[in-house]
């Protein structure tokens, strides 16, 4: 079932009366309705009594053969009612009415114009604007867009500083190209800051502050204002370990230890899987037998063989006698 309009169709009828009509066959040079409408199709339709004054505009439904259902009246000289056609012949034809006729189009707030003639089929240009619906621009956005509301509430895009790496599920802050779960080259103001895989450059002008007055640390660091009662410097542990000093030293677990040497009894190296870029650290630790009833344990720091950037010796000694001894369990920090 659909909707035509078609030239040059045109019958004549015999019917009286206001229900369907009975179409008689074609004017000559004109077209029957079956010829191009299908049973169940709609189109608009003029009734005209050749003998009187009567006439209707209209929707018809069509059934083929030759079958006219006065769907909807439109206009008739009955006032816009079904006209009482009497006896004598009709013309019955499609037409185009007036008040169907596109005389003018207006898109409305939508920004939308006619781009031809506004008769026919009207083709649209334009944007259409964000409050019906719409972006507000004709812009193809590209993949990994991250689109915003711009000025007057256009949507847009800004990849270098904004962007989505949809592929491996990374968001880039000031790069398009994302190298961790978020990265930012820029500086980051928040009372908290919860991040799994956070990247950022670090040089003096791209600080990471995480301060709720909003101050701004210098020279690339990590600030926050945890007691300090303004943002401060936090310096982090670059060095941690726990392992056994008995026997052959064996790691428990570390973070930059790449591996424990055994210079003798309770002497030992602490070696770094990456060096730091001074040796003017902190060290600080504890070490135990881990059995009750033995005597305390003073971890020591051996200065006799001096730190260096990627090493440290340390001892484990008895606390009342200062007797070199292995020690089972032994924790060491190291903060710059």
């Not at 019917?15 to 077209?31: M, P």
């Not at 709609?42 to 005209?48: D, F, G, L, M």
């Not at 950022?200 to 301060?211: P, T």
């Not at 600030?223 to 936090?234: C, E, L, Q």
Request: charged share 10%; glycine share 14%.
């Amino acid at each position: 079932m659909a909707f035509v309009i078609a030239d040059r169709v045109r019958e004549t009828s015999t019917t009286t009366g206001t229900g369907n009509f009975t179409l008689a066959g074609a004017v000559d040079r004109f077209r029957t309705f079956d010829s191009v409408l299908d049973t169940g199709d709609t189109t608009y339709y003029t009734i005209a009594d050749q003998s009187g004054v009567g006439w209707e505009v209209g929707i018809a439904t069509f059934t083929s053969p030759s079958t006219l259902a006065r769907t909807t009246i439109l206009s008739s000289s009955n006032g816009g009612s079904a006209v009482d056609f009497g006896a004598g012949s009709k013309d019955v034809f499609i037409t185009l009415p007036a008040s169907r006729t596109v005389i003018s189009f207006s898109g409305g707030s939508t920004g939308l114009t006619p781009a031809t003639a506004s008769y026919g089929a009207i083709s649209l240009g334009g944007t259409l604007v964000v409050g019906n619906g719409g972006t507000g621009t004709a812009t193809t956005f590209t993949a990994g867009s991250v689109v915003f509301a711009g000025a007057s509430g256009v949507y847009s895009q800004d990849n270098s500083n904004l962007f989505w790496d949809d592929s491996n599920n990374r968001l880039g802050v000031g790069t398009a190209t994302p190298v961790s779960s978020i990265e930012t080259n820029g500086t980051i103001t928040a009372p908290t800051l919860a991040a799994t895989n956070l990247k950022h450059a670090s040089s003096a002008s791209n600080n990471i502050v995480l301060d709720s007055s909003g101050n701004t640390a210098v020279g690339g660091v990590l600030s926050f204002n945890s007691g300090y009662g303004s943002a401060a410097t936090a310096y982090g542990c670059r060095v941690w370990v726990n392992f056994n000093g008995t026997g052959t030293v064996a790691i428990r677990a570390s973070g930059n230890v790449t591996s424990i040497t055994d210079n003798g009894t309770g002497e030992y190296t602490v070696n770094l899987t990456t060096a730091l870029t001074d040796a003017n650290y902190s060290v600080v630790g504890s070490c135990g037998t881990g059995t009750a009833g033995n005597d305390d344990f003073n971890l020591t720091t051996n200065y006799n063989v001096a730190p260096t950037t990627s090493a440290v010796r340390i001892g484990s000694q008895r606390a009342n006698s200062g007797v070199a001894t292995d020690a089972a369990y032994i924790s060491l920090a190291i903060f710059r």
